[in-house]
Each structure stands twice: as structure tokens, then as C-alpha cells.
């Protein structure tokens, strides 16, 4: 089992929706959890960095945290043809040690 | 330049070359990381640099990979004898702080095919 899963997809939404993308991981000590934005032959950028539980919310973003469960969200709101990348999720504990990324799931958002 | 360069952006090989992939940091950073992006995956940890040492090479995945960062700035990552299932995007990545993790950039990856 990966430290971090992550449904591939594809997933394909219309312009307009809110869309879930999920991850879950297994290692407990993970206290740092982010999720990336990949456009085609693109490096991966940052779109939420969030510490231990709870929400944060940027524009039309929102990731979300459940230690207890070990399961880690991002939503978008109001969904653009801009959005349309592969969204990734990673964490780590801290300190020095790497990221972990998920598979990355692919968005598509049709016009 | 702003932001992570790589170079060069793809490289194709023949299966037992070698290659040197090259990855020029955001100016000031001192913590330098290199990934490998197999196709329809995630970027896996390769390397990590904090200056001129390699502070954590647990995710090479054998002993034909190699990287160098001499200046504590520009790092080279080397491939010995390449493989077919080499073949894959590596990506570099450079942060100020090992632990700011909201501020490590990347840059647009070397796609490596290996013939």
C-alpha cells in the first residue's frame, strides 16, 4: 500500500460545478498536507499548504483535513476551463523528510 | 531567472548511455530536491541537497543514479547505463527552508526517453 492514495480519474465536470478531488493516506505521523496543480509538461505548483486538521480556504478553493480518518480534500467552486490540470496531494511529517505525492488525479472542465 | 530551470527540457537516449540532467535553483535557495515523474504517476523523492551535501539520497534507486550540487547552487543529476524503465519526467525542485514546505518551487521537469 502507497502512503498516499489517490483516484487517478479521469475526471470530467462541466463548467460551473464544484468538484471533489480526495486523497488518503496511511502514516499517522503526516502532519503536513498539500495539494499541487499540474498542467500538461508543466511542474507541479502549489494551491493549498495546510498544517494538521481543519480548513483553509483560498478563492475558490478549499482543502480540508481529517487526521482521524486520514483523509485529505480540495474543492473547487465554481469550476473553470483554467482549472482543467492533474490535481495532486502529498504530505510529510516535517522536519527533513520529503514530500509523499498521490498519483495526481486529472480534471477536465468542459466549457 | 524567477523561477526553477531545467535543462535540458527532453532528452532522448539509447538504452546504455549516459546522461546528465541539469537543474539551476531559484537564486538564494539553499535546499535543492530532485523527483522522478513516471507517466500516469506522482512524483516520487529521489535527492535532497541542503547546500553542497546530499542530505538524504534514500529515494535513489540504484547505485547508477548520481547527483552533484558543488556550489551549493547548480545540481546535476547523472544516470549511468540507462534503462528503458528510466524513462520518466525529472523534475528539481528548490525551497529557502527544508521545512517551509508552502515554499518549495518547482521547475518544468527533463522528459529522459530511453530507447
Keep these: 500500500q502507497k502512503e498516499v492514495e489517490q483516484d487517478p480519474g479521469p475526471l470530467s465536470v462541466p463548467e460551473g460545478a464544484i468538484v471533489s478531488?480526495?486523497?488518503?493516506?496511511s502514516n499517522s505521523a503526516f502532519q503536513y498536507f498539500m495539494w499541487y496543480r499540474q498542467y500538461s509538461r508543466k511542474g507541479p505548483e502549489l494551491l493549498m499548504y495546510t498544517y494538521s486538521s481543519g480548513n483553509k480556504e483560498d478563492g475558490r478553493f478549499t482543502a480540508q483535513v481529517d487526521k482521524s480518518s486520514k483523509y485529505i480534500s480540495l474543492f473547487i467552486r465554481?469550476?473553470?476551463?483554467?482549472?482543467?490540470?492533474?490535481?495532486?496531494?502529498?504530505?510529510?511529517?516535517?522536519?527533513?523528510?520529503?514530500?509523499?505525492?498521490?498519483?495526481?488525479?486529472?480534471l477536465s472542465v468542459i466549457a | 531567472g524567477a523561477g526553477v530551470s531545467q535543462t535540458p527540457s527532453n532528452k532522448v537516449t539509447e538504452k546504455g548511455k549516459y546522461v546528465e540532467l541539469r537543474c539551476d535553483p531559484i537564486s538564494?535557495?539553499?535546499a535543492l530536491y530532485w523527483y522522478r515523474q513516471s507517466l500516469g504517476q506522482g512524483p516520487e523523492f529521489l535527492i535532497y541537497f541542503q547546500g553542497t551535501g546530499a542530505a538524504d539520497d534514500s529515494g535513489l534507486p540504484n547505485d547508477r543514479f548520481f547527483a552533484v550540487r558543488p556550489e551549493g547552487s547548480v545540481s546535476t543529476l547523472k544516470i549511468q547505463r540507462t534503462e528503458r524503465g528510466d524513462s520518466a519526467v525529472y523534475l528539481c525542485a528548490?525551497?529557502?527552508?527544508?521545512t517551509a514546505y508552502n515554499e518549495q518551487f518547482f521547475g518544468p521537469g527533463t522528459r529522459l526517453t530511453v530507447l
Design chain 1, 21 to 25: 478531488l480526495n486523497c488518503t493516506y
Design chain 2, 94 to 98: 528548490s525551497s529557502s527552508d527544508p
Design chain 2, 28 to 30: 538564494g535557495h539553499t
Design chain 1, 78 to 106: 465554481d469550476s473553470q476551463p483554467s482549472d482543467s490540470a492533474t490535481y495532486l496531494c502529498a504530505s510529510t511529517d516535517g522536519g527533513n523528510t520529503p514530500l509523499v505525492f498521490g498519483k495526481g488525479t486529472r
